[in-house]
């Protein structure tokens, strides 16, 4: 597929707020914690990005290419790998958190009840949570189980903004009708973020846009 730099006339950013991000996500990051349960949340110290998603949808994928780290989020091809709330953190600045899939998990039902419910608690009770990043495959495009999330961020109103993970695998005119459907799926949502984030964790496409989100959503808070 034929893709463009994320420094083009298509981008939503500027030069500087790309290299800025670039710049902070060559950080050194560090592993935290994980989480399994509330009890067990660290204290809040930075800004926190988080990123959901489907099983399998890339959000592991997608950590690994902002920070520049093959292996700083675990990646795995079996669905529902991650069952705690993991984080990671950049200094004092940032903390991104890798949150268990949804749709599917090889695990009992007690269990997969037991760490939605501490998601769903995070998402409506973490006061420096700036923002969500929902992974959605864009292959498959918005689900009825994506839709339900949306749902659930909207009514507590919580910040998100819709990634479309794997989209090397699209051809350039499939990827623009994604993007246009899925803005459109948008566009009535309240705590939406009204740009839709195409990206490749494989080709590093978009990655450069997600950053630059980022260093915007930072310098909104008054953290440079």
């Known amino acids: 597929m034929e893709q463009a ?4 006339a298509a981008s939503a950013f500027t030069a500087d707020e790309i ?3 670039r710049r902070l996500f060559a950080g050194e990051w560090n592993f935290l914690t994980a989480a399994p349960t509330i009890a067990t949340l660290p204290p809040m110290r930075s ?8 099983s399998n949808v890339g959000k592991s994928s997608l950590v690994n290419a902002l920070t520049g780290r093959k292996a700083l989020a675990r990646t795995s091809v079996t669905p529902g ?3 705690e709330l993991i984080f990671f953190g950049l200094g004092p600045e940032l903390t991104l958190v890798d949150m268990p899939g949804y749709g599917f998990a090889k695990a009992p039902k007690d269990k997969v009840d037991a760490w939605t419910a501490t998601v769903h608690a995070y998402l409506r009770g973490r006061a420096n949570l700036a923002r ?10 918005l689900k009825p189980i994506d839709r339900e999330v949306l749902d659930g961020l909207d009514k507590a109103a ?9 989209a090397d695998q699209l051809r350039a005119d499939e990827l623009v009708e994604r993007v246009a459907e899925t803005q459109a799926g948008l566009a009535r949502r309240p705590a939406a ?4 984030f195409p990206t490749s964790s494989r080709e590093g496409f978009g990655i450069g846009d997600l950053r630059a ?3 915007r959503l930072m310098a909104e808070r008054g953290i440079r």
């Open 47 to 54: 800004i926190e990005i988080a990123f959901a998603g489907r």
């Open 132 to 141: 969500v990043f929902v992974l959605i495959d864009s292959r498959h495009g």
């Open 5 to 8: 730099d994320d420094t083009s």
């Open 158 to 166: 919580v910040s998100y903004a819709v990634v479309l993970t794997k």
């Open 81 to 83: 790998r991650t069952q």
């Open 193 to 196: 973020f009204p740009i839709v």
């Open 213 to 215: 989100a980022v260093i």
């Open 19 to 21: 290299e800025a991000g």
